[in-house]
């Protein structure tokens, strides 16, 4: 569908003594202020605009006993708990996400109980600075803050042993140094500002002992754009080993698992379990552009998948039945086998969608969102369902056609009804005009039988179509996220 024929959306009229709600992490911020939850942002506070745009992660330190006040802030905010494959994620560390109803965009919550760095599918550290950083965690710049944030000679020391950590030696094969590097050095300069260095190695000797001056001063140094390749891993080695006492090995599968994720991407399970989405509606209503946008919207985030259940993939079967029937038309003989052709490939059509039906479930039930459209609820299969109920393939008849459609019919009967349904209702009109490649009766017909079913049992939503794209894909990502 080509998004110029939506119509476009008018700004909303100005009301004096409305105020602009509040961005969700200004909300996030306040509540866990109101609540008294011990925590900090323990990193990367200084690229605010990276994170409060839902481009990147928060991440916050939580003080165990304020726990329970922690998630109900979260709950009351509509925040999701997610959860990463397994072997991709220390103890101790959750993820949430959040909707900003007023950008539409997800925030993501990397929450940690316990301080460890490093990657989690290779050796991990705790660092023992938990109660040190929160005891430390104030407001520091203002009325401008949002999250309260860690003294700086701690957060440094973090950021510095964190950043070591990261040289590998295959950082040695290259002729410039890491890309990641530029902006930890700038992140570290910022640091080192707001403290004298004598603070830091004094609050080092006191929290780290097993972090000496000297390694310390060789870590700060391996961070430096000029440092030399050798340099930097011998640095990272001496850091593993005086660290050893807080080494945590990853799972055997660790590394398996993150190999398998390069080929194959995927997002965050939700930890209540997915859900299976069907987007239903006649041509022109926007099914297609809705399902892509919510497939965009979340498959960065949360393991997302977009099915089209009215154009199942093909199987060799129906492939072989397909180019069969078309041989067949051509030559204009065997009628009467045609006619049962033609019934096969629907009952073959209703195999494949009942295949896909079955990888949308399985994905939802691993806590994937699976998104479908033409989802062949018994209210639409007028436009995708049996052919006896699109009043296609009549002319077999036969006691083998009978037992062909029993057995088409059995695929849709086994279809259970979806998790949630919206239902895009738009005008016959508007319709044909979103259409112009389809023959206006047809795109029409559809229109009407979508409009005149009656959808009171099968829970769907009802949004109007008719509104700019916008607001449908906004009203589309408030009421899921809601539901899920």
Same mark, same amino acid.
């Given at each position: 569908?080509?998004?110029? !024929?939506? $119509?476009?959306?008018?700004?909303?009229?100005? #009301?004096?003594?409305?105020?602009?709600?509040?961005?969700?992490?200004?909300?996030?911020?306040?509540?866990?202020?109101?609540?008294?939850?011990?925590?900090?942002?323990?990193?990367?506070?200084?690229?605010?605009? #990276?994170?409060?745009?839902?481009?990147?992660?928060?991440?916050? !330190?939580?003080?165990?006993?304020?726990? /329970?006040?922690?998630?109900?802030? !979260?709950?009351?905010?509509?925040?999701?708990?997610?959860?990463?494959?397994?072997?991709?994620? /220390?103890?101790?560390?959750?993820?949430?996400?959040?909707?900003?109803?007023?950008?539409?965009?997800?925030? &993501?919550?990397?929450?940690?109980?316990?301080?460890?760095?490093?990657?989690?599918?290779?050796?991990?550290?705790? %660092? $023992?600075?938990?109660?040190?950083?929160?005891?430390?965690?104030?407001?520091?710049?203002?009325?401008?803050?949002?999250?309260?944030?860690?003294? $700086?000679?701690?957060?440094?020391?973090?950021?510095?042993?964190? %950043?070591?950590?990261?040289?590998?030696?295959?950082?040695?094969?290259?002729?410039?140094?890491?890309?990641?590097?530029?902006?930890?050095?700038?992140?570290?300069?910022?640091?080192?500002?707001?403290?004298?260095?004598?603070?830091?190695?004094?609050?080092?000797?006191?929290?780290?002992?097993?972090?000496?001056?000297? %390694?310390?001063?060789?870590?700060?140094?391996?961070?430096?754009?000029?440092?030399?390749?050798?340099?930097?891993?011998?640095?990272?080695? /001496?850091? /593993?080993?005086?660290?050893?006492?807080?080494?945590?090995?990853? +799972?055997?599968?660790?590394?398996?698992?993150?190999?398998?994720?390069?080929?194959?991407?995927?997002?965050?399970? !939700?930890?209540?379990?997915?859900?299976?989405?069907?987007?239903?509606?006649? *041509?022109?209503?926007?099914?297609?552009?809705?399902?892509?946008?919510?497939?965009?919207?979340? *498959?960065?985030?949360?393991?997302?998948?977009?099915? &089209?259940?009215?154009? +199942?993939?093909?199987?060799?079967?129906?492939?072989?039945?397909?180019?069969?029937?078309?041989?067949?038309?051509?030559?204009?003989?065997?009628? #009467?086998?045609?006619?049962?052709?033609?019934?096969?490939? &629907?009952?073959?059509?209703?195999?494949?969608?009942?295949?896909?039906?079955?990888?949308?479930?399985?994905?939802?039930?691993?806590?994937?969102?699976?998104?479908?459209?033409?989802?062949?609820?018994?209210?639409?299969?007028?436009?995708?369902?049996?052919?006896?109920?699109?009043?296609?393939?009549?002319?077999?008849?036969?006691?083998?056609?009978?037992?062909?459609?029993?057995?088409?019919?059995?695929?849709?009967?086994?279809?259970?009804?979806?998790?949630?349904?919206?239902?895009?209702?738009?005008?016959?009109?508007?319709?044909?005009? #979103?259409?112009?490649?389809? +023959?206006?009766?047809?795109?029409?017909?559809?229109?009407?039988?979508?409009?005149?079913?009656?959808?009171?049992?099968?829970?769907?939503?009802?949004?109007?179509?008719?509104?700019?794209?916008?607001?449908?894909?906004?009203?589309?990502?408030?009421?899921?996220?809601?539901?899920?």
């Amino acid at each position: 569908m080509s998004l110029s !024929l939506w $119509p476009t959306a008018a700004p909303p009229p100005a #009301r004096s003594g409305s105020p602009t709600p509040a961005a969700l992490v200004a909300r996030l911020g306040s509540a866990l202020a109101s609540r008294g939850v011990s925590y900090c942002q323990w990193k990367g506070h200084g690229k605010r605009e #990276r994170w409060e745009s839902g481009r990147g992660d928060i991440d916050l !330190l939580v003080d165990s006993q304020s726990w /329970a006040d922690f998630a109900d802030v !979260l709950g009351d905010l509509g925040f999701k708990l997610a959860l990463p494959p397994a072997g991709r994620e /220390a103890a101790g560390i959750t993820h949430y996400f959040g909707l900003d109803q007023r950008t539409g965009q997800l925030i &993501h919550l990397h929450v940690y109980q316990r301080l460890v760095i490093g990657l989690p599918w290779r050796t991990h550290y705790r %660092l $023992p600075l938990e109660r040190a950083l929160l005891e430390s965690a104030e407001l520091r710049d203002g009325a401008s803050s949002v999250f309260k944030t860690a003294a $700086p000679e701690l957060e440094l020391i973090v950021s510095i042993l964190r %950043l070591s950590l990261r040289h590998m030696l295959r950082d040695s094969l290259r002729r410039t140094s890491p890309r990641w590097l530029d902006g930890a050095v700038s992140e570290v300069d910022r640091l080192e500002d707001n403290v004298a260095p004598e603070v830091v190695f004094a609050a080092l000797r006191r929290h780290l002992p097993e972090v000496s001056g000297t %390694l310390f001063t060789r870590c700060r140094a391996s961070l430096q754009p000029g440092c030399s390749s050798w340099r930097r891993i011998t640095a990272s080695a /001496a850091l /593993a080993r005086a660290l050893s006492a807080h080494r945590t090995r990853p +799972p055997a599968f660790g590394l398996a698992e993150r190999i398998w994720h390069r080929i194959r991407p995927s997002g965050q399970r !939700l930890a209540s379990g997915g859900s299976v989405v069907a987007l239903l509606g006649g *041509d022109g209503s926007g099914k297609s552009t809705c399902a892509d946008a919510l497939e965009a919207w979340l *498959d960065s985030s949360i393991a997302t998948i977009h099915l &089209h259940l009215g154009r +199942p993939t093909r199987s060799l079967a129906t492939l072989v039945i397909g180019g069969s029937l078309k041989l067949l038309r051509l030559t204009r003989a065997f009628p #009467r086998l045609v006619s049962h052709l033609e019934l096969l490939r &629907h009952g073959c059509t209703g195999r494949d969608r009942f295949a896909l039906y079955r990888r949308a479930h399985r994905f939802a039930a691993s806590g994937g969102i699976a998104i479908c459209e033409r989802y062949p609820l018994p209210e639409s299969w007028a436009l995708s369902g049996p052919s006896e109920v699109q009043r296609q393939a009549l002319d077999a008849q036969s006691r083998f056609a009978t037992a062909l459609r029993k057995w088409e019919r059995r695929f849709y009967e086994r279809m259970a009804s979806p998790d949630l349904v919206f239902l895009l209702q738009l005008d016959p009109e508007t319709a044909v005009s #979103r259409k112009p490649s389809e +023959p206006a009766d047809y795109v029409r017909n559809r229109a009407r039988m979508t409009a005149e079913t009656d959808w009171s049992k099968s829970g769907a939503r009802i949004v109007d179509a008719a509104q700019p794209l916008p607001q449908v894909v906004a009203q589309l990502k408030s009421e899921l996220w809601s539901a899920l």
